[in-house]
């Protein structure tokens, strides 16, 4: 039969306007959350991370909120760049799985010059 | 500095032959984690590793998978026989310790089983 794919939600945005992605995720014992950025034939690369303790945490024109009470994050972009088109995926950690991380299934950037 | 490395970066072969993928984590990170990326399933967790032992492997398929690391800086990822449905990209990614680090990723190994 017909293999049917993941389809990823889609976000497109206008060059130099602010992007949100959100993720919605699963466990309320997760204490740790963290943003990565996959592009084209590349590993996922490590954007930002928050902690639980945290509500929210800037980089450089990207900022994470957190909140703990609908179990949902986002990642806020500024000023779009056609180099940000790309899957931003988030992950959550909890504290007694050590290093594993659980990975959402990925939103897909698109910046329009 | 340099990133986690994956070795080979594409491999193509025929069902039955036996894969051998390669990692090199970074130095000093003491966690190492072996992923499968696939359209149909995301990105999967298949075994991981802290100071070189086995911690979690519940992912790993079936038998024919297997994950060794036999030095800090130096893990493989073996399957045989390979079978069609094991082709994907396979990540491998390292981490310092458990105190909320974040997992960094290599580039991937691209591999098609015909």
């Known amino acids: 039969g017909e293999s049917v794919g993941l389809h990823l939600p889609t976000l497109s945005v206008q060059e130099g306007d602010n992007s949100i992605i959100n993720c919605a995720y699963s466990?309320?014992?997760?204490?740790?959350f963290i943003w990565y950025k996959q592009e084209s034939g590349k590993g996922p690369q490590f954007i930002i991370d928050?902690?639980?303790?945290?509500d929210k945490r800037q980089g450089q024109r990207v900022t994470v909120l957190l909140n703990k009470t609908v179990k949902h994050l986002s990642l806020q972009i500024a000023a779009t760049q056609p180099g940000d088109s790309a899957v931003y995926f988030c992950a959550e950690n909890m504290w007694n799985q050590g290093g594993k991380l659980i990975f959402g299934q990925g939103t897909e950037l698109s910046v329009k010059p | 500095d340099a990133g986690v490395i994956q070795s080979p970066r594409h491999e193509v072969t025929e069902m039955g032959q036996e894969v051998t993928l390669r990692c090199k984590p970074i130095?000093?990170?003491?966690?190492l984690f072996w992923y499968r990326q696939t359209m149909m399933r995301g990105l999967e967790l298949l075994i991981y590793?802290?100071?070189?032992?086995?911690?979690?492997d519940s992912g790993m398929p079936e038998d024919r998978f297997s994950a060794k690391m036999p030095n800090a800086s130096f893990s493989t990822l073996k399957i045989q026989p390979s079978e069609p449905r094991d082709s994907a990209v396979y990540f491998c990614a390292s981490s310092g310790d458990r105190s909320r680090q974040p997992q960094h990723f290599g580039d991937g190994t691209r591999l098609s089983i015909l």
């Open positions: 130095s000093g990170h003491d966690y």
């Open positions: 590793f802290n100071n070189n032992v086995p911690i979690d």
């Open positions: 466990n309320s014992a997760s204490d740790y």
């Open positions: 928050i902690r639980s303790n945290m």
